[in-house]
Nanobody, 125 residues
Framework: QVHLVESGGGLVQPGGSLRLSCRAS????????IGWFRRAPGEDLDGVAC????????FYGDYGKGRFTISIDKAENTVYLQIDNVKLADTAVYSC??????????????????WGQGTQVTVSS
């Protein structure tokens, strides 16, 4: 059974940087996709970025373009989301979701079979 655990959230000042981690356990394949999603207060769930293993192909949603970078450490089955120049609007719960065994053309086609518990990011001066 696949489990995802997010970490790295917390309180950050505007203009700072943050790196979120999504560690997957129980994967028995190197073919999967993991995406990062955010839910800001009062807003719907929004896809930020996704990445496909093993080739590292990425896709960024509209919110994720520019200041967000998704990466993967295949040896550790961990996907990172780097947020630079954070803004007040980045305040949200960030969650990752996995599609184990994904073989699609782009990770944007991947499902969200397994979810982590989420990590809170609060941007405040």
């Amino acid at each position: 059974q696949v489990h995802l655990v997010e970490s790295g959230g917390g309180l950050v000042q505007p203009g700072g940087s943050l790196r979120l981690s999504c560690r997957a356990s129980g994967l028995n394949t190197d073919m999967y996709a993991i995406g990062w999603f955010r839910r800001a207060p009062g807003e719907d769930l929004d896809g930020v970025a996704c990445i496909r293993s093993p080739d590292g192909d990425t896709f960024y949603g509209d919110y994720g373009k520019g200041r967000f970078t998704i990466s993967i450490d295949k040896a550790e089955n961990t996907v990172y989301l780097q947020i630079d120049n954070v803004k007040l609007a980045d305040t949200a719960v960030y969650s990752c979701a996995a599609d184990p065994g994904f073989t699609g053309h782009s990770c944007r086609e991947a499902g969200t079979d397994v979810w982590g518990q989420g990590t809170q990011v609060t941007v405040s001066s």
